[in-house]
Nanobody, 112 residues
């Protein structure tokens, strides 16, 4: 069983940056992919970015060029560097593993 713990959310002004972290514990072999999703009020949860252990990545069009996903396989961790944040990035961000397992979520709020 894999458990995910997120950290790094918060309040930031538009144009600012935040870095989210997620660490997996439990049965962590071959966790692919690991990624980040987000859900804004009244909207469906959507993929932000994910990454395989071979560093193949995919991004939502809305975050390309602004967000960077990375992972540290030795630490069973995945990170999301978010730059040039916009108010529309405001959401609860969830770490995901194997497209099945979710973290508890961390709030990101971007003020205009």
């Amino acid at each position: 069983q894999v458990q995910l713990v997120e950290s790094g959310g918060g309040l930031v002004q538009a144009g600012g940056s935040l870095r989210l972290s997620c660490t997996a514990s439990g049965s962590t072999l071959n966790i692919n992919p690991m990624g980040w999703y987000r859900q804004a009020p009244g909207k469906q949860r959507e993929l932000v970015a994910d990454i395989t252990d071979g560093d193949r990545t995919r991004y939502a069009e809305s975050v390309k060029g602004r967000f960077t996903i990375s992972r540290d396989n030795d630490k069973n961790a995945v990170y999301l560097q978010m730059d040039s944040l916009k108010p529309e990035d405001t959401a609860v961000y969830y770490c995901n593993a194997l497209l099945l397992i979710w973290g508890q979520g961390t709030q990101v709020t971007v003020s205009s």
